[in-house]
C-alpha cells in the first residue's frame, strides 16, 4: 500500500510559479497511476492533472491546461505539478492520489491519497 505527502503549498501571488511534490513511499511506485485533484471550500474534490505509470500519457482539467505540467521521476518515487499563471480561483487544497489498473482521469478512481497541501493565491 502506498504512502503519498504533498509538499510545496503555501500562499503564493498571482501570476506566481510554484511546484509542488508528491514523495510515495511503501510500493513500487511506477506501478501506480498518478494524480493531482484539487478542493475549495466548500466545492467538492476536482481532477487538476492525471499521469500514467510510466509517464507517457497526461491528462489535464480545461481550467489548468496550458498553465498546469504534472511530471513523474519513478526513480525517486515522486509526481510533480508545475503551476504557472497562478489565479486566485486556483486556490484550493492541493492532493496528491495513486491508482491501480484501467482508467486515470476519474476522481473516484484513485484508491490512496495524501493529507493535501494548501494553496492559496492572493490577487
Known amino acids: 500500500q502506498v504512502q503519498l505527502v504533498e509538499s510545496g503549498g503555501g500562499l503564493v501571488q498571482a501570476g506566481g510559479s510554484p511546484r509542488l511534490s508528491c514523495a510515495a513511499s511503501?510500493?513500487?511506485?511506477?506501478?501506480?497511476?498518478m494524480g493531482w485533484f484539487r478542493q475549495a471550500p466548500g466545492k467538492g474534490r476536482d481532477v487538476v492533472a492525471c499521469?500514467?505509470?510510466?509517464?507517457?500519457?497526461?491528462y489535464y482539467a480545461d481550467s489548468v491546461k496550458g498553465r498546469f505540467t504534472i511530471s513523474r521521476d519513478n526513480a525517486k518515487n515522486t509526481v510533480y505539478l508545475e503551476m504557472n499563471s497562478l489565479k486566485p480561483e486556483d486556490t484550493a487544497v492541493y492532493y496528491c492520489?495513486?491508482?491501480?489498473?484501467?482508467?486515470?482521469?476519474?476522481?473516484?478512481?484513485?484508491?490512496?491519497w495524501g493529507q493535501g497541501t494548501q494553496v492559496t493565491v492572493s490577487s
Open positions: 511503501g510500493a513500487t511506485f511506477s506501478t501506480y497511476a
Open positions: 499521469i500514467t505509470r510510466a509517464g507517457g500519457t497526461t
Open positions: 492520489a495513486a491508482k491501480r489498473g484501467v482508467g486515470f482521469t476519474k476522481v473516484e478512481e484513485y484508491n490512496y
